[in-house]
């Protein structure tokens, strides 16, 4: 059982950086690909980030692809989300999840999920 804990989530303006943290307990880290998706009031859930165990393998939505980066500290057992150049449309609660063997891009492909942390941009 892994448990998740996002943070670093907050109210932004257009144009701003942020960076999120997810910490990691219960489990072996490196078995776990980590992924982060969002979800936006009255939208479904989706995909905006994927890295595999040891980092070599990364996957972007394309609606952040060059903005927004994927990192895991292996020996923090904590994944990142480096978010640049936010836009209003970026608003939405972001979830941390992991599942066990290999990265996949689907929610219903993970197993463990945090509580989300908000993430808002104002224009």
């Known amino acids: 059982q892994v448990h998740l804990v996002e943070s670093g989530g907050g109210l932004e303006q257009a144009g701003d950086s942020l960076r999120l943290s997810c910490a990691a307990s219960?489990?072996?880290?490196?078995?776990?690909?980590m992924g982060w998706f969002r979800q936006a009031p009255g939208k479904e859930r989706e995909f905006v980030a994927a890295?595999?165990?040891?980092?070599?393998?990364?996957y972007y939505a394309d609606s952040v692809k060059g903005r927004f980066t994927i990192s895991r500290d292996n020996a923090e057992n904590t994944v990142y989300l480096q978010m640049n150049s936010l836009k209003p449309e970026d608003t939405a609660v972001y979830y941390c999840?992991?599942?066990?063997?290999?990265?996949?891009?689907?929610?219903?492909?993970?197993?463990?999920w945090g509580q989300g942390t908000q993430v808002t941009v104002s224009s």
């Open positions: 219960g489990g072996t880290f490196t078995s776990y690909a």
């Open positions: 890295i595999n165990w040891n980092s070599v393998s990364t």
């Open positions: 999840a992991a599942r066990r063997g290999i990265v996949y891009t689907k929610a219903n492909e993970y197993d463990y």
